[in-house]
């Protein structure tokens, strides 16, 4: 599969400028206080947009306002990251009328669960390279290995590789990375904004679904056509669910039907442990040794 240039944030570093907005609900206010503090104290000018304040039943603030909030980040030359605040629900609400915008060297974008849509949409179809990563309130309840990855990444280095993964089916596969919440992803099945996954290596996590919800949702995926084409699958925490018996007997269903590497393990979800991880970048899976390495640097320069 032939790939196209994808345009690269530069690392950051004290002083870099982060902005910080919500495109979904409604961020808890003492989380992410704390978020921020930890963000401040490593020396980053933060500059929380004020949309990220705003409360509208589930939503942080209207759709139109978080649209605006949305564009302005991203669009400031100042800005060096936009880091979401929270996920829960609404990101695509916001994003379904957002232009293309248009940089040379483009923000690193960060943030993950609802707003997963949203750097699928921005690394597909604008071609930047999007991180997914701790939203700013669950930064202070990262373990420790999480926490040491995020910091390497603040440190302006990106992670390389995965080690001692879970082999559901052996083999090797290559291709662009995408990293997104399956309930997320699966509930953009038939609309403009289903991500492109032929040729992709895709890596699910997924919270607080029942053992046949997520039956349910990993059907679905088997049955879209370019499903069936993804050149590898990991996959993340998938919480209490993932550890059924008729959840892991589908995983092996799809495993063996698509041929294709397949590892469980891998260190993203919605607890503790939630590695940075980069969208758009080429990456090995090599599951017979549970390994995943990124073969490309996701940073400029």
């Given at each position: 599969m032939e790939r196209r240039p994808y345009l690269k944030p530069r690392p950051l570093h004290p002083g870099s400028r982060i902005a910080v907005v919500a495109p979904a609900s409604p961020p808890p206010p003492e989380r992410l206080k704390v978020g921020l503090d930890i963000l401040h104290r490593r020396g980053f000018d933060v500059q929380t947009h004020q949309q990220t304040f705003l409360t509208q039943d589930y939503l942080a603030g209207n759709d139109?306002?978080?649209?605006?909030?949305?564009?302005?980040?991203?669009?400031?030359?100042?800005v060096d990251a936009?880091?979401?605040?929270?996920g829960g629900y609404g990101t695509l609400r916001a994003m379904a009328r957002l232009p293309a915008i248009e940089r040379t060297v483009p923000p690193a974008l960060l943030g993950f669960s609802d707003v997963t849509v949203l750097l699928a949409h921005v690394?597909?179809?604008w071609g930047w390279v999007?991180?997914?990563a701790p939203n700013v309130t669950t930064i202070p309840s990262l373990n420790g290995a999480s926490r040491d990855a995020l910091n390497d990444f603040l440190d302006g280095n990106s992670p390389i590789r995965f080690?001692?993964?879970e082999t559901l089916h052996p083999g090797k596969g290559q291709g662009e990375l995408l990293v997104m919440n399956l309930a997320m992803l699966c509930s953009l099945a038939g609309t403009p904004f289903f991500p492109d996954l032929k040729g992709r290596i895709l890596v699910l996590e997924e919270v607080g679904e029942a053992p046949y919800r997520?039956?349910?949702?990993l059907t679905q995926l088997l049955w879209i056509p370019s499903f069936q084409q993804i050149a590898g699958?990991?996959?993340?925490d998938l919480d209490f669910g993932g550890k059924d018996p008729g959840v892991i007997a589908t995983l092996d269903h799809i495993a063996a039907t698509l041929k294709v590497p397949c590892v469980a393990g891998f260190p993203i979800g919605h607890g503790s442990n939630n590695h940075i991880v980069p969208l758009g970048v080429s990456a090995l899976l090599d599951a017979t040794l549970g390994l995943l390495?990124?073969?490309e640097s996701p940073l400029a320069g």
């Open positions: 139109g306002q978080r649209l605006h909030a949305l564009h302005s980040v991203l669009s400031d030359p100042d936009v880091w979401c605040a929270r690394t597909q179809r999007t991180f997914h080690e001692q993964l997520l039956d349910r949702l699958l990991v996959l993340g390495e990124i073969q």
